[in-house]
C-alpha cells in the first residue's frame, strides 16, 4: 500500500508525507495509510480519539492495536486547547532484529561484505507540548518473537520475515520500510558463515533522503572473541543518501564499545 494522508477540513498538516505535525482543532480529523498500517486521528471537544488498523487478512478481519478489538476501536486521550499538534514519526524496534541473508555466504578472513536490510518502521504518536508526550507506538509490521542466543546468555528478539540484500533498487523502498547498511568485516583467522545475524535497530537513527528512508551505517566486526562483535554505528546517514536530513534519532545511544553477538553459532527459537 502507498502512503497517504486524507485531510477533513480543520485539520492542518505541516509536512509532506506521514511525518510530521498535524495541527487539530475541535471537530478535526485526519487518516494516514503507511504502508499496511492505518491510523486515523480525531479531535472531539477535549480529547484527541487514535484508531489504528490493519490491512484486511483473508477471513475479512481487520486487526488493531487493541487484540479483539473490531476496526472502529477508539483509544482517548484528554488533551486541552483550541487546538493541540499531534506529531507522526518513525521509530526503530525496541528489541533486536534476527534476519537471514537473501542467499547464505562466507566471508574469508581479512573480507569486507556491504548488505542491506529492510526494516518495518513504528509509528510514534506524540502530543506536543512543553514536554512532548509519547501517546502510541504501533508497528507498521507484526513481528514474531524469537530468542537470539543461546538459553543462558540470550535474549528476547523479533524475527523479521526479511531478506538481507547484497544490492538496493528504486523497487525495494516502501513508505513503511527503512533501508539498513550493514558492513560485515571477518577480523577472525577462520572462515565466516553468514546465515542468520542480530540487527541491534534501537540504537539507529533514521534518515529522509527525499521519499526514502535510511538507517545510518553500521559496521561489525567479527574477531572470533566470546563477548560477541564489535559494532560501530556512524552517526551521520549513509553514503547513499549523502545530505539527507534526520528524521528520527535512536531510542537508545549507543554504548561506548559495544560488543554484542551478531552471527548466529546456534538455533533461535521462534513461535514464543
Not at 477533513?8 to 480529523?29: H, T
Not at 487514535?50 to 484486511?56: G, P
Not at 502530543?127 to 513481528?143: F, I, Q, R
Request: hydrophobic share 40%; aromatic share 6%; glycine share 8%.
Amino acid at each position: 500500500m502507498t502512503e497517504n494522508r486524507t485531510q477533513i477540513p480543520g485539520a492542518v498538516a505541516q509536512a509532506e508525507g506521514p511525518w510530521g505535525a498535524i495541527d487539530l482543532p475541535v471537530g478535526a480529523s485526519t487518516e494516514l495509510d503507511i504502508g499496511p498500517l492505518g491510523v486515523a486521528l480525531r479531535r472531539e471537544r477535549s480529547e484527541l480519539w487514535i484508531a489504528v488498523k490493519r490491512e484486511l487478512d483473508g477471513s475479512g478481519a481487520a486487526a488493531t492495536h487493541n487484540e479483539g478489538a473490531t476496526e472502529n476501536a477508539w483509544t482517548r486521550w484528554a488533551a486541552a486547547g483550541e487546538s493541540i499538534q499531534a506529531r507522526i514519526s518513525p521509530a526503530l524496534a525496541d528489541r533486536p532484529l534476527v534476519v537471514a541473508p537473501e542467499v547464505p555466504f562466507r566471508l574469508a578472513p581479512g573480507i569486507t561484505a556491504r548488505i542491506y536490510v529492510r526494516i518495518p518502521l513504528w509509528v510514534r504518536i506524540t502530543l506536543a507540548g512543553p514536554t512532548d508526550v509519547v501517546l502510541l507506538e504501533e508497528p507498521t509490521v507484526v513481528m514474531s518473537d524469537t530468542w537470539w542466543g543461546d538459553l543462558g546468555t540470550g535474549e528476547l528478539a523479533y524475527w523479521l520475515p526479511t531478506r538481507a540484500r547484497r544490492e538496493v533498487d528504486d523497487t525495494l523502498f516502501e513508505p513503511h520500510l527503512v533501508m539498513c547498511p550493514l558492513v560485515l568485516e571477518n577480523e577472525s583467522e577462520d572462515t565466516l558463515p553468514v546465515e542468520k545475524l542480530a540487527i541491534r535497530v534501537m540504537h539507529m537513527s533514521i534518515f529522509r533522503s527525499g521519499s526514502r528512508l535510511w538507517a545510518n551505517q553500521t559496521l561489525v566486526r567479527y574477531e572470533d572473541e566470546p563477548e560477541g562483535s564489535r559494532i560501530d554505528m556512524a552517526e551521520r546517514p549513509p553514503t547513499e543518501a549523502a545530505g539527507a536530513e534526520l528524521l528520527s534519532s535512536p531510542r537508545e545511544k549507543i554504548p561506548r564499545g559495544l560488543r554484542a553477538t551478531t552471527f548466529a553459532k546456534f538455533k533461535s527459537i521462534t513461535g514464543f
